[in-house]
């Protein structure tokens, strides 16, 4: 296992890795996306899996009758965050894939179909929505909805699709589809030093924090920086910069978090006042109520800079995910097949599994990262612990699909 495991990790690296940032940049429906998809394939096929993508683009490769139903499905996502690190989402798709070599050679029996998947779009780089593939599944977006989605060059989601080889005109609720799962398993390096402090290489996941992302359009008038006079500026770089520093404060009055990390001015001149800046929060926190009243909050504050310099502002809330409780069964039941005492944590950070969550039983598994570094080129995990990782999934899934 452990060899298949390094082969599929040699192959899938250099795909969509930035030579500059030694990051990763697959987003969705481009053409990294297009050889991760190729690479997914090819080891399905490999392993004689029968291999299909449904409705909404995710992927699927198959052990036994995908009709059968109660099947146990385990995977994640290939796509990344810009300049994202090589483990998030891949270690649980390339992990999967070894957790069934390491079951062949087993010889453990299957008394229920096995499906290893690609969630499409999970980070929503592109399209500013987290998680599309699971949520178009799951019934959380529309077709409609999601045909209203852009990315920063104006091309739609369907056009997307479309201009990948793929058709989006039944993209939406998967039923059918989800009526075959008995359960869904996700693997994923943890975004975080949980595991680091407990000293163990594996956990399972509680809870996923509620989070979302909210577009703060500060719009001022543009005009010259070198004539014209401070008192006469409308400038919605000051509301946008006062914005910034009140998030932060108001996180840690609220033991939340809050994120400006994506930002767009118009015109974007050295010598030009801008006449919009376009910032994107992403916040997080333990609870609905510490969530709710952190984004108020920073809100508020943001309106009272507009207003001060004369900007006008709009606040758009473009994704969001309420809290996430996996269910306990299946949380115990992960425990008590890897030999009980494993840790159990929460996380702030999103996964199609939270997503998934509404419609089936879900549950996860984190695999330590020593610096807790994610979303970042390096983002890390060390091999044994990839490797006990991948020995964990394989005790999962042989008590979930082999007994
Ligand atoms: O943003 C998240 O938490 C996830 O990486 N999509
Ligand atoms: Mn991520
Ligand atoms: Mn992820």
């Not at 429906?29 to 096929?45: G, I, N, Q, V």
């Not at 229920?112 to 690609?118: D, Q, R, S, Y």
């Not at 400006?260 to 919009?276: D, R, T, W």
């Not at 507009?306 to 994704?319: N, W, Y």
Request: glycine content about 12%; charged content about 25%.
């Amino acid at each position: 296992m452990t060899s298949s495991f390094q082969q599929m990790w040699a192959d899938l690296g250099p795909i969509g890795r930035d030579a500059g940032s030694g990051g990763y940049r697959r987003f969705a429906w481009t053409e990294a996306d297009r050889d991760c998809r190729a690479w997914f394939r090819s080891e399905a096929e490999a392993r004689g899996l029968t291999y299909e993508v449904d409705r909404n683009g995710n992927q699927w490769a198959w052990l036994g009758d995908p009709m059968a139903g109660d099947a146990i499905v385990t995977g994640s996502h290939l796509d990344s965050v810009p300049d994202g690190g090589a483990f998030d989402g891949p270690l649980g798709v390339v992990s999967a894939f070894a957790a069934l070599d390491e079951l062949r050679h087993r010889g453990v029996e299957f008394t229920k179909p096995l499906a290893i998947t690609n969630f499409g779009d999970e980070e929503g780089a592109r399209f500013g929505l987290a998680c599309v593939g699971s949520r178009l599944t799951a019934g959380q977006l529309t077709r409609e909805k999601a045909y209203e989605l852009k990315d920063g060059d104006g091309i739609s989601l369907p056009q997307a699709m479309e201009r990948a080889g793929y058709d989006p005109s039944a993209i939406g609720r998967d039923d059918e589809r989800l009526a075959r799962i008995g359960a869904y398993v996700e693997l994923h390096v943890e975004q975080g030093r949980a595991l680091d402090l407990t000293g163990d290489a594996v956990g399972i996941a509680s809870a996923i924090w509620p989070h979302g992302r909210w577009r703060f359009d500060f719009r001022g008038e543009a005009n010259h920086a070198g004539t014209t006079r401070l008192v006469d500026r409308r400038d919605p770089m000051l509301p946008y910069a006062e914005t910034v520093l009140a998030a932060r404060r108001e996180a840690e009055l609220a033991g939340a978090v809050a994120t400006f990390g994506k930002i767009a001015v118009e015109p974007n001149g050295v010598n030009a006042i801008p006449s919009l800046v376009r910032g994107w929060l992403d916040s997080r926190a333990p609870s609905p109520d510490d969530l709710d009243a952190t984004v108020t909050a920073i809100e508020k504050a943001a309106r009272e800079y507009a207003d001060r310099h004369g900007v006008d502002l709009s606040v758009v809330r473009e994704s969001f995910t309420p809290v996430i409780e996996f269910e306990d069964a299946l949380r115990d039941e992960l425990g008590r097949l890897m030999g009980g005492s494993v840790p159990v944590l929460g996380t702030g950070a999103g996964h199609d599994a939270g997503i998934l969550s509404s419609v089936i039983p879900t549950a996860m598994l984190f695999v330590r990262n020593l610096t807790g570094i994610s979303h970042s080129p390096a983002e890390y995990a060390a091999e044994d612990d990839c490797v006990a990782g991948v020995l964990a999934l394989a005790d999962v899934l042989e008590g979930l699909a082999c007994s």
